[in-house]
C-alpha cells in the first residue's frame, strides 16, 4: 500500500445526530442527503470529540489432540461512541439522564423528569457525521442505548460538560448494529 497523506483522516468538524427508536426515523442512506425532520442536532461537544470503540469477546476452540486452539468463535460483539456533550438543551438532558419528557408547568418554567425506576431503557438512534473539507463520513448506529455513569461538574473555570456513552444494540430483525457512509475516494475499490 503507498503512503498517501490524503488518506490521514484529521476530523476538524463535525455533528452528533439524535432520535428516539421508537419515532422510526428514516435512516440515511448517503452522505449528501438531509437527514430525517426526527432526528436533532446535540450541538457542540468538548474538544475531544467523539471516541469510537469496538470489542469483540473471542472463545477459544481447543480439541483433546492440539495444544493450541484449532479455531475460534466470536460470543459477543459491541461498538459504542462516547462523547462530552457543552449544550445543555432539552435534546442532551434527556439523552444523557436515559430518555424522560420535559413539561412546562407555567411560562418560562421547563421541568424534566427522569424515566421512572420502571421505565426500560429508552433506545435511541445516532448518526456521527464528521467532515473534512468535501469528505464527508457518517456513521450511523441504528438502535442504542446510553449506558455508564453521567457525572457532570459545576466549576468556575470550565464549562458543564454531559458525557454520553452510546452503546449500539441490534434492532430487531437485523444482524447489525451499525453501518458506515463515506464519500472519502479512498475507499474506492482498485482500479476506480
Known amino acids: 500500500m503507498a503512503q498517501n497523506a490524503e488518506q490521514i483522516k484529521v476530523a476538524a468538524n463535525g455533528g452528533l ?13 448517503d452522505v449528501e442527503t438531509d437527514l430525517d425532520p426526527l432526528f436533532h442536532e446535540l450541538g457542540y461537544a468538548s474538544d475531544d470529540g467523539v471516541t469510537f470503540s469496538k470489542s469483540e469477546e473471542v472463545e477459544d476452540i481447543n480439541v483433546w489432540q492440539s495444544k493450541s486452539a484449532v479455531d475460534q468463535i466470536v460470543t459477543a460483539r459491541n461498538f459504542s461512541a462516547a462523547s462530552q456533550l457543552a449544550q445543555w ?68 473555570n470550565a464549562p458543564m460538560l454531559l458525557p454520553v456513552t452510546l452503546s449500539a444494540l441490534t434492532p430487531p430483525g437485523k444482524t447489525k448494529a451499525w453501518y458506515y457512509l463515506s464519500n472519502d475516494p479512498a475507499y474506492a475499490g482498485e482500479g476506480s
Do not use: C, H, M
Not at 445526530?17 to 442512506?29: G, S, V, W
Open 89 to 156: 438543551n432539552r435534546e442532551t438532558v434527556a439523552l444523557a439522564f436515559g430518555g424522560g419528557e420535559w413539561t412546562e408547568p407555567e411560562s418560562g418554567l421547563y421541568r424534566y423528569e427522569p424515566p421512572s425506576d420502571y421505565d426500560p431503557l429508552t433506545k435511541w438512534v445516532v448518526v456521527i457525521e464528521t467532515i473534512v473539507g468535501d469528505r464527508i463520513d457518517r456513521w450511523v448506529v441504528e438502535r442504542l442505548t446510553v449506558t455508564g455513569d453521567i457525572e457532570a461538574q459545576a466549576v468556575k
Open 17 to 29: 445526530y439524535i432520535a428516539r427508536f421508537d419515532d422510526e426515523p428514516t435512516l440515511p442512506d
